[in-house]
């Protein structure tokens, strides 16, 4: 259900069990962004990984390599 405030911002009404509540449309599309991306693009934060740690490495940047390193968990 949409519905909008007196200050023109778009609300979307969702329920749970407890009843419902509302989230800004803000809100709403970045989660919806982020459900997407976790269920049709789970490679997406690996491939940022790799693209960070190759950008650093082409930039010769051995501080920034060793922060994606520590950030992502591996280190080449």
Same mark, same amino acid.
């Given at each position: 259900?949409?519905?909008?405030?007196?200050?023109?911002?778009?609300?979307? $009404?969702?329920?749970?069990? %407890? $009843? %419902?509540?509302?989230?800004?449309? /803000?809100?709403? #599309?970045?989660?919806?962004?982020?459900? #997407?991306? %976790? /269920?049709?693009?789970? /490679?997406?934060? *690996?491939? *940022?990984?790799?693209? /960070?740690?190759?950008?650093?490495?082409?930039?010769?940047?051995?501080?920034?390599?060793?922060?994606?390193?520590?950030?992502?968990?591996?280190? %080449?």
């Amino acid at each position: 259900m949409l519905l909008q405030s007196l200050s023109g911002m778009m609300w979307y $009404g969702l329920t749970n069990r %407890r $009843g %419902r509540f509302l989230m800004k449309s /803000d809100q709403y #599309i970045e989660s919806l962004g982020k459900i #997407i991306q %976790r /269920d049709f693009f789970p /490679d997406v934060s *690996k491939l *940022k990984a790799q693209k /960070d740690y190759l950008e650093a490495e082409e930039n010769r940047d051995l501080e920034w390599m060793r922060e994606v390193a520590i950030k992502y968990g591996k280190s %080449r």
